[in-house]
């Protein structure tokens, strides 16, 4: 992946290799300074890819939301709560806060898990809008349950918890089909987000200029 790149720039570029190694310096200066902004676009995609999901999920019986299928939590409304457990769990871990432990029990219809679900995101949102690349190498410590001590750097935590909602959606895509239903659009693009992307980035750079 990395050789396309750097083909791909050494054919952009026109002035031969410092033309190149200038446009790689400034490629990793971009990452390394507006990351953020990156992970906060794919977090906006997984709450809009989400809230289609939950739409498309009032066309169905409760019977269908909680019919046990193969993969994913066993059914579709649980793989939606877990999606929500999750986000929020790993949130509050990075946040010094204790574990989400509730039961899906207590949430087994759409109603109750969309409730859930508008309760827990405005603490989300609102720890990935202050995200910045100063918290990127910052570590967690897990206590296990054989007592030894897991660890991960913040950054790995946050993608972990976009790649894992993208994980179940792709699951829940697939229990769609079985049922002969069109599934939701897991496209990034027409959804409004480059703008996001492109208000972020500026924030972030008149924020660097200013200082």
């Known amino acids: 992946m990395l050789l396309v790149v750097l083909i791909w720039i050494s054919e952009k570029s026109k002035e031969g290799i410092l033309t190149l190694y200038e ?13 953020g902004a990156f992970l906060q676009t794919f977090f906006k ?7 289609d999901w939950f739409r498309w999920c009032e066309e169905l019986t409760e019977e269908e939301l909680l019919q046990n299928r193969t993969g994913g939590m066993g059914s579709i409304l649980h793989t939606l ?3 929500i457990d999750v986000e929020w769990s790993w949130i509050r871990l990075l946040q010094g806060k204790t574990d989400f432990q509730e039961s899906f029990d207590e949430y087994n219809s759409l109603e109750k898990v969309r409730k859930l679900e508008a309760a827990f995101h405005l603490d989300v949102e609102s720890f990935v809008n202050q995200w910045d690349d100063s ?6 410590h897990i206590p296990l349950a054989n007592g030894s001590m897991e660890t991960h750097t913040w ?3 946050i993608r972990h918890t976009i790649a894992h909602e993208i994980h179940h959606i792709g699951q829940l895509s697939i229990w769609a089909r079985e049922m002969g239903r069109a599934p939701v659009s897991a496209n990034l693009i027409r959804r409004g987000l480059s703008s996001s992307l492109k208000d972020s980035v500026g924030a972030q750079i008149n924020k660097e200029t200013f200082k």
């Open 23 to 35: 446009e790689i310096v400034s490629y990793n200066i971009f990452f390394n300074n507006y990351g």
């Open 45 to 51: 995609y997984n709450w809009l890819v989400r809230e």
């Open 81 to 83: 709560f877990h999606i």
């Open 135 to 140: 918290m990127e190498e910052r570590i967690l």
């Open 155 to 157: 950054g790995e935590v």
